[in-house]
T-cell receptor
C-alpha cells in the first residue's frame, strides 16, 4: 500500500512563480525524500529530510517536515519551464527499511 | 556500471506470453526494488530485496508475477501469461541501505497487445 499522498495532483504555474507541493503519510518514519520524474521514466532523488529535522534547503528547493501532522511540503522557488515534471514523496517506515511512494504531483511551469 | 540498467527499454508482447524484465543495480547496493507505474499514475510497489533476507513480495499483484535476485546483484522480474492490464512501465531501483536514497533505472515500457 502507498505510504505517502501528495497534493495537489496537478499544479500549473507561470515561470518565476513559486510552486508548493504537499505530502502526507500515515506511520512513523525514519526519513522522507522527494523525487522528480520526467517523461514517465526513472525518478531522480532531490532531497532527503530526517525525522528529527524540520526544514532543509537545496538550491531553489525548500523542504519542511512536520512529524506531528505527518506531513511535508516541497517548495520550488523562482520556477523555470525546465522544472516541469512529476514530483513524488517517499517515506521509509520506522522498523522497516522499505520505501513507499505517493501518487505524485504533476507540475507544469509555463514559459 | 555507473547507474541502474534495465533491459529491454521497451517490450511488446502478445496476451498470454511470458516476459522477463532485467535489472542491473549499482554495484555494492544491497537493496533492490521493483515498481510498476501505469500511464499518468504513481509508483506501485511490487517487491523488495535486501541482502540475503527473504524478499518482501507483498506488492506483487498476482501469482503470475515473480522476481528473483541472483547472487545479490542482477534481478529478473517475470510476468507469466501476460494480460493487457499488465501494460505499464516497470521501474527498478537500488539503494545503499544506509541512507535509502533510491537510484532508478530508466524503466521497461511493457505493452501487452
Amino acid at each position: 500500500s502507498q505510504q505517502g499522498e501528495e497534493d495537489p495532483q496537478a499544479l500549473s504555474i507561470q515561470e518565476g512563480e513559486n510552486a508548493t507541493m504537499n505530502c502526507s503519510y500515515k506511520t512513523s518514519i525514519n526519513n522522507l525524500q522527494w523525487y522528480r520524474q520526467n517523461s514517465g521514466r526513472g525518478l531522480v532523488h532531490l532531497i532527503l529530510i530526517r525525522s528529527n529535522e524540520r526544514e532543509k534547503h537545496s538550491g531553489r528547493l525548500r523542504v519542511t517536515l512536520d512529524t506531528s501532522k505527518k506531513s511535508s511540503s516541497l517548495l520550488i522557488t523562482a520556477s523555470r519551464a525546465a522544472d516541469t515534471a512529476s514530483y513524488f514523496c517517499a517515506t521509509d517506515r520506522r522498523n522497516n527499511n522499505d520505501m513507499r511512494f505517493g501518487a505524485g504531483t504533476r507540475l507544469t511551469v509555463k514559459p | 556500471g555507473a547507474g541502474v540498467s534495465q533491459s529491454p527499454s521497451n517490450k511488446v508482447t502478445e496476451k498470454g506470453k511470458d516476459v522477463e524484465l532485467r535489472c542491473d543495480p549499482i554495484s555494492g547496493h544491497t537493496a533492490l526494488y521493483w515498481y510498476r507505474q501505469s500511464l499518468g499514475q504513481g509508483l506501485e510497489f511490487l517487491i523488495y530485496f535486501q541482502g540475503n533476507s527473504a524478499p518482501d513480495k507483498s506488492g506483487l499483484p498476482s501469482d503470475r508475477f515473480s522476481a528473483e535476485r541472483t547472487g545479490g546483484s542482477v534481478s529478473t522480474l517475470t510476468i507469466q501469461r501476460t494480460q493487457q492490464e499488465d501494460s505499464a512501465v516497470y521501474l527498478c531501483a537500488s539503494t545503499n541501505s544506509a541512507r535509502n536514497i533510491q537510484y532508478f533505472g530508466a524503466g521497461t515500457r511493457l505493452s501487452v497487445l
